[in-house]
């Protein structure tokens, strides 16, 4: 892991989507505005960002907008956020929620990530710090099951294929919902979004749809193996179980010099053993 790094990108939040009709954990409470391990799982994602050198955020906000944006304003206050509220959030998709965000980021290299998942921060830190421009965070080890979305890569792990139709036999991982899309990128990646978008011939799945735009614009997507890093996300009373379970404690924002402080003393302890 680099403990130094360039301009960091943008961290473009969606948090437009309403609960799964699976969710029960909390009445009307959006799924980012549940506690994990004593924070909430909004809190968990932008203080990673703040522990990468994120400082600017595109949050992409729906029916609980009010409620996300007193939380955010309150609980982060000098932190730079530009607020996209989306109208008819009900039918809203991934892509969709990236085209309303795409005036916000403007030409910057941007993160995009679910508002409904909670993840460790290394996961972040490395596809920062990862000298590939436009990648998606994959993990090997994840659950494939029928509705999974996978990916297919080449011997470069730069992927080939993907979607929830690929067959798991060919597979190499499943993406988590993390993506870094360069500056260079974006403004062709939005241009095909829309035409896949709003074209004939729209895909079943909306991250498929985001996914193949990236991968038409940049030439190149690379598969970023973040397997044995702790993430989950948080769509059923199963998932806020496990969840608690990989993230037991509050949230703290660790500076790259204090992480690699305590990398560096996790390897002398292990190498006292």
């Not at 050198?53 to 939380?71: D, K, Y």
């Not at 890093?229 to 660790?254: I, N, Y």
Request: hydrophobic share 45%; proline share 5%.
């Amino acid at each position: 892991m680099a403990y130094e790094t360039t301009r960091a990108p943008t961290a473009v939040i969606l948090a437009a989507g309403t609960r799964p009709p699976s969710m029960d954990l909390g009445g009307d409470v959006p799924v980012c505005l549940q506690v994990v391990g004593g924070s909430l799982v909004l809190e968990r994602i932008i203080r990673n960002c703040l522990s990468c050198g994120i400082s600017q955020f595109v949050i992409v906000l729906g029916s609980a907008g009010a409620a996300i944006r007193a939380f955010v304003d309150k609980t982060f206050r000098g932190i730079r956020v530009t607020y996209v509220t989306a109208d008819r959030y009900k039918d809203l998709s991934v892509a969709q929620a990236l085209l309303r965000a795409a005036p916000a980021i403007g030409m910057s290299e941007f993160i995009s990530l679910d508002a409904d998942m909670v993840f460790e921060v290394k996961i972040l830190r490395n596809l920062i710090d990862s000298d590939q421009p436009n990648a998606l965070c994959v993990d090997r080890g994840a659950a494939n099951g029928a509705r999974a979305r996978r990916v297919v890569v080449d011997e470069a792990m730069q992927i080939i294929d993907f979607g929830t139709a690929v067959k798991p036999a060919i597979t190499v991982g499943v993406p988590i919902g993390i993506d870094k899309v360069s500056a260079k990128a974006g403004p062709a990646f939005f241009k095909s979004l829309a035409q896949i978008v709003e074209g004939p011939a729209r895909p079943k799945s909306a991250p498929d749809a985001a996914h193949a735009a990236l991968l038409e614009s940049a030439g190149t997507l690379h598969a970023l193996d973040i397997t044995g890093l702790d993430w989950t996300g948080v769509q059923t009373p199963e998932d806020a179980a496990r969840a608690a379970e990989l993230f037991g404690t509050p949230v703290t924002t660790v500076s790259r010099g204090q992480q690699r402080a305590l990398d560096e003393s996790t390897a002398k302890a292990r190498a006292n053993v």
